[in-house]
């Protein structure tokens, strides 16, 4: 088979291509394990190949009608559609979110529906579908209510998702992820970036600032965890998900400052005194909308799993970004 | 102010713009009282004009960018976006549902967002939104999880209208109508066109089939609170509606079985005897998948009201539409 990542050059792209390439193979829409001969990893920019001749590297514009209807062949039978322009990012420039986070998943779909060997599709969600008036308890049967653009732009793509999952289009899920952290490498435009950034930017002797209270709790999930959500959702069987393919993925409730507290736990009081709180009403806003956590049971029982709490979630990083050093 | 209505030449089109004609004036933004000195009604056919000065009609594709951004101009201060493909059809015609439901609302915030001046525009949603698990009671916080690509393309207008709103982009607002019953004129493409069929072709002495069990309960709504639900819900003031401008109106739950006793308690055996069960499991698959009622207590609070029971929507309906002749 050949699998198809969008957002391959990203971090979780990378680091999925890396895990399918170890794996070797997925399961298709009637469980049988299938051997991975090719995997396609497109982005803006190009993606490392890990010098493996599975893997081709595409670089161009998700949004571009003519790129996707070449990529999506009937050979093609599972495709991870990664690629998003993030929240702060999307909520800055409306176009931009539109194009990549709309758009071009339409497009991705519209071209699966014309080549119509039914791929399997793999979209990823977040916390930010659900904002508003949050009852105590988000339930998988919550509606979504969101207060960014990008939290809009990913709620569309989960209906249009399940439509074209229920007209026969497609066999496709949609996983929504907590927040990520701790990611690796620089901060991005995402309202979310400082839940890597107070961890990543201390541990690597680095000041942080923190642009929430220490107050505002967040659901995260280790980026180990995200990518074996993606492959063990990809493997499900569709029938298990019944009438909705958007599955909330578990993860772990934690505020911000137990995040802190989880860091003192593994590193210094200089470390630790590299982070300075500094509110930014503007991420505030965003971030609040967010549930702080929900209802996993559904997921679980799917075979989905999370970290066990946030201070495995750092030693994790330390051990496999840091190479153990703290 | 100037008025446009999208779908004008339609049954609600008509019968909203006969209303607002006679009415005079709309509540602006700002709660006041404007007089209405034009009134555009777009649709794919000429609409009727009712011989009246203010009223221009325009015949045009309402999913042609030109049409739509040659007429959202800065005078335009409220939008009825009514049209629509209905429900069967856009379920046999996919591209078509698409292109009308979705395509051309959006294309008709975008033309409201370039042109800056922040119109109110009122969008109609519906039952077909809901489906899958539901609960026992549908609230206003119930997932939108449609079973159908109508149900699919209405909840995404929802989210764009929200969006759009929140941006600042048009001051939006969503009516969650009932089915609307009894429609005059020939049934339609609708999964739901029998709810008024089984009432009105025995009414006029015509047979009708009934497509769907005797025991399926609907939620249905008289056109006359219809268009005096979108006026009210037009004339709110936008704080009023939080952080979801999607309302569920009030409305009347009450099965098939209990639609027809209501038809025999005005019409004789014979005009009852017209209508013949012969259950068809498409359009019985997609109205079960619609909620049979929700809880329309926000929508009450906002002002908002339904006909009493089916049984006085029937007596409407031989009062307005059969001139007192049943």
Known sequence: MKV????????????????????GSLKDSDGAEQKIEQLILVDVVKANDFGDSRVKVIAGDIADPKLIQGLITPEIKSIFHLAAIVSGQAEADFDLGMRINLDAARLLLEACRKAGHKPKIIFTSSVAVYGGALPEMVLDTTALNPQSSYGTQKAICE???N???????VDGRVLRLPTISVRPGVANKAASSF??????EPLNGQP???????????????PLYAIESLITGHDLDSSKLGLNKSINLPGVSVSVGEMIEALHKVASEETVSLISIEPDPKVEAIVRSWPASWDASRAQALGLKSDPNFQSIVEAYIEDELKGKS
């Open 4 to 23: 198809l990542v969008t957002g391959g050059a990203g971090f979780l792209g990378q680091k999925l291509a890396n895990q399918l390439l170890s794996r």
């Open 163 to 169: 439509d074209f999952t229920r007209k026969g289009f």
């Open 208 to 222: 942080s600032i923190c642009p929430v209270s220490p107050d505002l709790r967040i659901w995260l999930l280790s």
């Open 159 to 161: 209906l249009l998702l």
């Open 195 to 200: 839940a890597s950034g107070i961890i990543r």
